[in-house]
């Protein structure tokens, strides 16, 4: 008998956790081929695209290649972007694949499932705001974060030299979410690194960062207080905080506040997120009014069992008409929960339901703090933490994705590694 074909697509903060612990538990004793798909030959665990995009994430540490991972966990890797579904013949339709100067390597493929997985993430809603997607930057992707770390270097190279001796750079952010709060921090603390590293000329007062945010406050996902304090931090690194402001268009030059313009040479839109465009209407598939599947408890799609949605791209109804949130934890709760019913149908058990758990939110901003909170029934609630104890459960958030992917051993060698890295490499990348 052929066995269980589990595909996965989209190796990111759910889908790459997924597929290591399938090939780990059912690849390798041959109870099942797992086969994983992104469109990207490497992953970078998405909240860190921040510190790709001022340069201050030391890449090679924090990348993993997909093609030596599968080898390592006993599934296969195909590089490709998944742009259709066909659920009579239960394949999954992939671009063709092209190369650098747009020649076709591979023409349009299809990949068979017995179990398929969508674990595609999501991408910046700019709810079709004028001259937003021509303008601005989003942080969707370690391309786009690279491309905003190039631009920033530019920018830096040209107002450092004696032509342009007093001009400012002017970065503005849309959104004062998670994204927009953590960039604008650790865009101060490039600053300072790059200071160090020869740009001398161009001081601190010539950066000026402004985040608009067009609700009442900051952070609007997280409790008041951690706001407040994340709030208080920014004014004191000296980030132009505008709350209640609203971005009606972008230009090349700057962006539109209903009647003021805000010049700006580099904008980044982080503001709000939606799934892909071609999850609507996907092979019959129910969707939110967010483009994201529609899922059951057991977050199987609503009209196909055989499918299961993860992570940013599942519409998974709370009890409180809320949808489980868009965030790292509850990608990796859901890609353990997979995991468990995925096996549970493999042995013809019942499939269980998920329920998502907070376990708070932490903001970090750069080294000059960290703000969150924690949940749970030890601390009888929510309780807010500051300082060193929240830069430990905020690292310690990466460091549970890289023990789900390498084990503890590994992770604690991939850390040494890194604070020795620190030591003799440039604090920063200056490329
Ligand atoms: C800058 C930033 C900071 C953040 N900080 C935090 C934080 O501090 N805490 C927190 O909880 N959350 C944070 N988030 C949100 C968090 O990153 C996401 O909620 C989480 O990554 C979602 O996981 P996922 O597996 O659904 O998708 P992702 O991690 O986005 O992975 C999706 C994967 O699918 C691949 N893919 C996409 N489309 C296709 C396609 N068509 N075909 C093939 N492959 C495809 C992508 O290449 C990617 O590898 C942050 C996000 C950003 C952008």
């Not at 500051?386 to 690292?395: P, W």
């Amino acid at each position: 008998m052929a066995i269980p074909r589990i595909l996965v697509i989209g190796g990111g903060a759910g889908g790459l956790e997924l597929a290591t612990s399938l090939g780990n538990k059912l690849g390798k004793s041959g109870r099942a081929a797992v086969t994983l798909v992104d469109r990207n030959p490497t992953h970078i665990w998405k909240p860190l695209l921040h510190e790709v995009a001022t340069g201050t994430l030391d890449v090679d540490i924090d990348q993993i290649t997909y093609r030596a991972h599968a080898s390592a966990h006993h599934f296969e890797f195909q590089l490709g972007t998944m742009t259709g579904l066909d659920r009579d013949q239960r394949q999954v339709i992939l671009a063709p694949l092209t190369d650098e100067q747009g020649e076709e390597v591979l023409a349009e493929r299809r990949v068979g499932y017995d179990y398929l997985v969508l674990a595609i993430g999501s991408i910046s809603n700019h709810f079709n705001t004028p001259g937003i997607a021509e303008h601005c930057i989003f942080l969707d992707s370690p391309a786009q974060a690279n491309r905003f770390q190039r631009r920033l270097l530019e920018a830096y190279i040209k107002l450092n030299s004696p032509q342009h001796p007093k001009e400012n750079l002017n970065i503005a952010i849309v959104g004062a979410g998670a994204t927009g709060v953590e960039l604008s921090a650790e865009l101060h603390h490039a600053a300072r690194e790059l200071n160090q590293y020869g740009f001398n000329e161009m001081k601190r007062d010539r950066l000026k960062i402004t985040v608009v945010e067009a609700g009442p406050r900051i952070l609007p996902a997280l409790p008041e207080r951690i706001a407040a304090a994340a709030h208080q931090e920014l004014v004191k690194l000296g980030v132009d905080v505008r709350v209640a402001t609203k971005v009606t268009a972008a230009t090349e030059d700057g962006l539109q506040l209903g009647d003021e313009f805000l010049p700006a040479e580099l904008m980044v839109w982080a503001a709000g997120i939606k799934a892909p465009d071609f999850l609507k209407d996907l092979a019959g598939l129910e969707n939110n009014r967010l483009n994201q599947l529609l899922v059951l408890p057991t977050l199987q799609t609503t009209r196909d069992s055989q499918i299961y949605v993860i992570g940013d791209a599942a519409g998974c109804p709370l009890p409180d008409n809320k949808w489980v949130p868009p965030r790292a934890q509850s990608a990796h709760q859901m890609a353990s929960h997979v995991l468990k019913n995925l096996m549970a149908a493999l042995n013809g058990k019942p499939q269980t339901d998920y329920q998502y758990k907070d376990h708070g939110s932490l903001i970090s901003l750069s080294r000059f703090g960290t703000v969150g909170s924690l949940m749970g029934n030890l601390v009888g609630g929510a309780m807010m933490i500051e300082g060193r104890i929240a830069r430990m459960a905020y690292i310690s958030l990466y460091r549970m994705h890289q023990v789900a992917l390498h084990g503890w051993l590994r992770t604690i060698a991939i850390s040494v590694i890194g604070r020795i890295n620190k030591i003799i490499r440039p604090r920063l990348k200056l490329h």
